[in-house]
């Protein structure tokens, strides 16, 4: 059973997104030292900045010194270029914290740009330091159903379809920038908790297809169904105006 906030426009998603880390990071942390989250990249970094960073009431409660922050995907970019999720987040977040850092885990940048071959190793590095008990993975939903980097086209099958490698190469993304790496489902099955966070119009038409169609074709919809005890959607009404369904 999906666990779905819809939140109408004067609500405020980032603080409730916030609210929902603070517990998540307290759960974590009454059981041992680090809280482990592994994040998207595109508009969550802003809900981040928002709801832990601007967020007054927030901000203070957290520890950020013992967060230990992976990527569920990146782009394979040099970590300041503008297209890095790594470089997206700290321009977002890191740079806005004064005193506590938490531990930040980016993609091995000496192995950008060297071919095939040197991106396998970038994908193999990063799966041997994903640890395999993440309390909470933060995902994105793309237009057309893509989380991470698993795309719903026939090409992208293979990252979908896979059961042992947990973290992968995705050539060819139909998001740009074309090569990236990103966690497959075995990480999603490991995780203890998945919060989704989708905003806005352009959201609407997948939206409807998730939850109302429920099309497992859509990796977001597989998703619900597979480990939908585990799954908290944070969205808006405007990107939930299409969807009819009231259970989930
Ligand atoms: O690296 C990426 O591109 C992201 O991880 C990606 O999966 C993102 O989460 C979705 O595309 C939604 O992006 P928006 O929230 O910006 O629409």
């Known amino acids: 059973m999906v666990t779905v906030h819809v939140h109408a426009a004067q609500d405020n998603l980032p603080e409730r997104l916030g609210k929902y880390l603070l517990a998540e990071q307290d759960k974590a942390l009454s059981q041992s030292n680090t809280f482990k989250v592994a994040i998207s990249g595109g508009s969550l970094v802003n809900v981040l900045k ?15 010194d013992q967060w230990e922050i992976y990527f569920v995907d990146e782009r394979i970019v040099p970590l300041n270029h503008p297209d890095s999720n790594y470089g997206a987040f700290k321009f977002s977040v890191l740079d806005h914290l004064t005193t506590k850092q938490p531990k930040v885990f980016p ?16 994908a193999q590095e990063y799966e041997d330091l994903l640890p395999k008990d993440l309390d909470s993975l933060l995902l994105g939903c793309g237009p057309d159903g893509h989380t991470c980097s698993l795309f719903p086209d026939e090409v992208h099958k293979y990252l979908i379809e896979e059961k042992k490698q947990r973290v992968m190469w995705c050539y060819d993304s139909p998001k740009p920038p074309s090569d990236r790496i ?20 352009s959201k609407q038409p997948i939206m409807h297809e998730i939850f109302d169609v429920k099309n497992t074709e859509l990796p977001t919809a597989l998703i619900n169904k597979l480990y939908g005890d585990k799954v908290t959607w944070f969205v808006n009404d405007e990107a939930f105006a299409k969807v009819e369904t009231k259970t989930f």
């Open 50 to 64: 928002k709801g832990l960073i601007e967020d007054s009431k927030i901000a203070p409660k957290v520890k950020w």
């Open 107 to 122: 993609l091995n940048e000496s192995l950008v740009g060297k071919g095939p071959e040197e991106n396998k190793k970038i």
């Open 182 to 201: 990103t966690v497959t489902l075995p990480v999603l099955a490991e995780a203890k908790e998945i919060a989704f966070v989708a905003e806005g119009a």
